[in-house]
C-alpha cells in the first residue's frame, strides 16, 4: 500500500530534550516536506527537500533541522523544543512539487512543556 | 493581507442542501489551485483540483475566477459525510520552485 509513515504519532516532551520525528513514504518520491499545523494559521512549510541531499527552507524553518539521506526517509529534528513548537506536523511527498500529488503523513501531535 | 484567505465558518447546513465556499489569494502570479479535504485530526487528502474552465466530479463543482482571484467549491445535495474543513491551496512558481500556500480551511457541518 502506497503511504506516508510518520512516527511517534503523539509526543510530549520537557522544553530543550531534543527529539525527532521520522517520515518515510513508499512511492519513490523526489519531494517531501515537513509542515506544522495550528490554529487559525493553517499549514506552513517548515522544510522541503527536491530529492537525496538537496533541502530548503520553508516558511518557518527555525528551530528545525532536517536531512535527506534516502530518497524514502525525511526525520524532522527539535534540537532544542521549545513551547511554541507544540503543534500538528505533517510530512508529506511528492513526485514533483505540486499539490496535486501530495500524499500526507497521518501526522505527529507534539506538546513541549 | 493573507496570501490565502478562507471564510473559517463553520458552516452548518441541513443534509441534501448545496454549499459554497469561496477563498481568495493575493498573488497574481499563481498558477494552479486545488481543494483539499481534511476530517477532524486527520490529514488532508487532495479532493480536486481547479481549473480555469471549472471542473466537476460528481457532487462537487469547483471554478476558478482570475480576474477576481477567488477560487470557489460548491458541494450539492450535501451528505452527512462531507463534514470536514476544505482547505483552499494556491501554487506560485518563484525562484526557488513551486510555494505551495494553504488556506487556513472553511469548516462544514452536515446535520440531519
Redesign the interface.
Known amino acids: 500500500e502506497a503511504q506516508v509513515t510518520q512516527n511517534p504519532r503523539y509526543l510530549i516532551t520537557v522544553t530543550g530534550k531534543k527529539l525527532t520525528v521520522t517520515c518515510s513514504q513508499n512511492m519513490n518520491h523526489e519531494y517531501m516536506s515537513w ?1 506544522r499545523q495550528d490554529p ?6 517548515i522544510y522541503y527537500s ?1 530529492n537525496v541531499e538537496v533541502t ?1 527552507k520553508g516558511d518557518v524553518p527555525e528551530g528545525y533541522k532536517v536531512s535527506r539521506k534516502e530518497k524514502r526517509n525525511f526525520p524532522l529534528i527539535l534540537e532544542s523544543p521549545s513551547p511554541n513548537q507544540t503543534s ?1 506536523y ?1 510530512c508529506a511527498s511528492s513526485t ?7 500524499y ?4 505527529t ?1 507534539l506538546t513541549v512543556t | 493581507r493573507k496570501e ?1 484567505e478562507q471564510d ?1 465558518g463553520p458552516f452548518n447546513v441541513p443534509e441534501g442542501a448545496t454549499v459554497a465556499f469561496n477563498c481568495t489569494y493575493s498573488n497574481s502570479a499563481s498558477q ?1 489551485f ?1 481543494w ?1 479535504r481534511q476530517d477532524c ?6 479532493l480536486m ?1 481547479v481549473y480555469s474552465s471549472g471542473n466537476e466530479d460528481g457532487r462537487f463543482t469547483a471554478q476558478l475566477n482570475r480576474a477576481s482571484q477567488y477560487i470557489s467549491l460548491l458541494i450539492r445535495d450535501s451528505k452527512l459525510s462531507d463534514s470536514a474543513t476544505y ?1 483552499c ?1 494556491v ?1 506560485t512558481v518563484t525562484g ?3 510555494k ?1 500556500t ?4 472553511t469548516q462544514l457541518k452536515v446535520e440531519l
Open positions: 509542515y487559525g494559521l493553517g499549514l506552513r512549510q527536491m530548503d500538528l505533517f514533483r512539487q505540486s499539490a496535486d500529488e501530495q500526507f503523513g497521518p501526522g501531535r | 490565502v473559517p494552479s486545488f483539499y485530526r486527520k490529514e488532508p487528502k487532495l483540483s482547505l491551496v501554487n526557488g520552485g513551486n505551495l494553504f488556506g487556513t480551511g
